[in-house]
């Protein structure tokens, strides 16, 4: 652990290499050339993040035809549930139409017909989507290479740093080789994701490091409680199911789709985990889908062949075809995706702490902007990758212009040590429990729905009971090596904002969008109009709320003229 330390100063970092990083750093560029720009990835940037591990789809608007205020009221009703900020979806919506345009000049492989529109697939009256090949990150890195953005990979953050309450910089360390890496910057851009709780198949790979890393430091959060996404996932295969919520039976053969939905939507919401945790529970599982009788479960394949996505496809086919092997019937059951995304951040997407910023699914919810969802889809099916591009560019145009005016602050050695210090500790003790042992409880927390969706304070208090534990381990947690020690800070993260998740679920006395409780089914805008705030102070998780400021926008939620 005496590795020399490596020292990099800049104008701007970026922490984490997905799509948002890439966004913010290729957007930094534009808008200031000279700046300079470092990228750091604790695995490959261009391969990380979660753009590149799914469907591939972009949600579109045709500003031609769909007024973004008339969606923004769509929203605010049907899916924020008065919770949203409406000043940022109606900019999120009239932007549309530039992202796609700058994704396409940055490479990424968006299908387009002869006549110059976008080949898109209706999912609503309001909304379509656009499939884009999975290279979309490997593009956008090669366009921020060329734009002269440095980039350092396999490297992952320990702590940032701040001085005078400001961001200063950050301290990391090599997976490989545990070299030390220490940054200096003016302006830090967050974009290392959300926290899926490593349950979900395909999305476990937002493990919420960079949420708690932010936590440490006092940056505030906002909605830790809409943190609880889950989706159908087939009983024998675990390939997970689009849009099996239009055709669900259960063990009697009666449709039961009827009981919470009266037309298709464009995503699942959560009343499709209510009525199976129902069914089940009331003895009249399993429960199954029938696929004909719907387009798109009729035709699972079709979202990804409509469109020529070479790149993408071996990986789809891959995944069917080991589906299809093992799944000689349709019984589904949820899994819990997570997507918490609640780091605290205004419409210029900078945090509490000037010279911070967090973009992309770590702050979705934290910026207030979809109300009472969880990060991408956020019933909103595309609108994941669209939404760390959005925020990238807000995020980033902001720092570029506030370059001029924000300090290049020391980074103390002080606290440079004792961060590494609190670092390497799991790899000083002789024994002690290993992150699994963390990560299995925490998942005995979250995971049932019981727990995390459909929700009652008996239950979610035995959850809690769970989260003590692994938090009673994290002070003994043992690491045999650094891609060991990774897992343990992924695993102290992991039970942060299960934490967090449960307390301000526990406060929120109500149902409302896809946060749903059985002791509490209704929605209350007499005392729920609220944000809840969560902020370390002195060690110390201390929770608060902020009235949702519904006057200054034009959708009032009823009763509130």
Same mark, same amino acid.
């Given at each position: 652990?005496n590795? =020399? ?7 701007v970092?970026?922490?984490?290499g ?7 750093a ?14 750091? =990835? ?7 993040? &979660? ?11 045709d ?27 109606? !900019? ?12 396409? #000049? ?49 490297? %992952? ?22 070299? &030390? ?11 290392? @994701?959300?926290?899926?709780?490593r ?7 937002? $493990?919420?490091? @960079?949420?708690?890393?932010?936590? $440490?430091?006092g ?14 996932? !087939? ?26 939905? $009266?037309?298709?939507?464009?995503d ?14 009331? @003895? ?10 719907s387009?798109? %479960?009729?035709?699972?394949?079709m ?10 496809l071996?990986? /789809?086919?891959?995944?069917? =075809? ?6 000689t019937?349709?019984?589904v ?17 900078q %945090? ?13 919810c ?11 889809p ?10 760390a ?30 961060s590494?210090?609190?670092t ?22 979250? @995971? ?12 979610m208090?035995?959850?809690?009971k769970?989260?003590?534990?692994? !938090? ?19 695993a102290? #993260? ?19 969008? /896809?946060?749903t ?12 109009? &609220? /944000?809840?705030?969560?902020k370390?102070?002195?060690g110390?998780?201390v ?9 200054? /926008? ?5 009763g509130?003229?």
């Amino acid at each position: 652990m005496n590795h =020399e330390v490596n020292r990099f100063t800049s104008d701007v970092l970026i922490v984490g290499g997905g799509i948002g990083g890439l966004t913010a750093a290729v957007t930094i560029k534009e808008k200031n050339p000279d700046a300079s720009v470092i990228i750091v =990835e604790k695995q490959t940037t261009g391969y990380a993040g &979660k753009a590149n591990k799914g469907g591939g789809v972009l949600q579109y608007f045709d500003l031609s035809r769909v007024n973004p205020q008339e969606f923004a009221a769509y929203h605010a009703h049907s899916v924020g549930c008065y919770l949203g900020d409406q000043d940022m979806m109606i !900019k999120y919506v009239s932007m549309n139409n530039t992202m796609l345009d700058k994704l396409l #000049a940055w490479g990424v492989k968006v299908p387009v017909n002869e006549d110059g529109s976008y080949n898109v697939i209706p999912t609503s009256p309001m909304t379509a989507m656009i499939g884009i090949d999975l290279d979309v990150t490997l593009q956008v890195r090669k366009t921020a290479e060329k734009m002269g953005v440095k980039i350092i990979d396999k490297v %992952t953050l320990s702590d940032l740093i701040i001085t005078d309450g400001k961001a200063a910089g950050a301290v990391c360390y090599s997976i490989l080789d545990g070299a &030390k890496y220490v940054f200096n910057a003016k302006a830090i851009i967050m974009a290392t @994701g959300s926290q899926n709780y490593r349950i979900g198949p395909m999305w476990s790979n937002g $493990r919420g490091d @960079g949420i708690a890393a932010c936590y $440490r430091i006092g940056a505030e959060m906002r909605n830790p409680e809409f943190g609880n996404f889950a989706q159908l996932l !087939k009983i024998k295969s675990h390939q997970e199911v689009v849009f099996g919520e239009n055709v669900m039976y259960n063990g009697l053969g009666e449709n039961i789709t009827k009981n919470f939905r $009266r037309f298709p939507e464009s995503d699942v919401n959560g009343n499709t985990i209510r009525e199976w945790y129902r069914q089940v529970s009331s @003895g009249k599982g399993p429960v199954v889908l029938h696929p004909e009788e719907s387009g798109p %479960t009729k035709n699972e394949t079709m979202m990804f062949t409509v469109w020529d996505r070479p790149y993408g496809l071996p990986f /789809w086919k891959a995944n069917f =075809e080991k589906a299809e092997a093992v799944d000689t019937d349709c019984e589904v059951c949820p899994v819990l995706i997570g997507e918490q995304s609640p780091l605290k951040v205004d419409h210029n997407m900078q %945090t509490t702490i000037r010279g911070l910023y967090g973009i992309g699914d770590m702050s979705y919810c934290g910026s207030t902007s979809p109300g009472a969802v969880p990060a991408p889809p956020g019933r909103n099916r595309g609108s994941g990758i669209l939404n760390a591009v959005f925020t990238g560019i807000l995020g980033a145009e902001h720092a570029a212009s506030e370059l001029d005016n924000l300090e290049l602050l020391p980074v103390f050695e002080n606290d440079v040590e004792a961060s590494f210090a609190r670092t390497f500790a799991p790899l000083e003790r002789e024994e002690g429990p290993n992150a699994k042992d963390v990560i299995r409880l925490v998942q005995k927390a979250v @995971g049932p729905m019981e727990h995390s969706v459909y929700m009652s304070e008996p239950r979610m208090k035995q959850a809690l009971k769970y989260v003590e534990k692994a !938090k009673e381990l994290v002070p003994q947690l043992k690491a045999v090596d650094f891609h060991d020690l990774l897992a343990c800070h992924e695993a102290e #993260a992991m039970v942060l904002s299960a934490e967090m998740q449960f307390r301000a679920a526990m406060m929120r006395k109500e149902s409302r969008g /896809w946060f749903t409780r059985e002791d509490y089914p209704m929605m209350d805008n007499q005392n729920w109009l &609220k /944000w809840i705030t969560v902020k370390n102070q002195n060690g110390e998780m201390v929770f608060g709320t902020e009235d949702v400021p519904y006057e200054k /926008w034009h959708i009032k939620p009823p009763g509130f003229n």
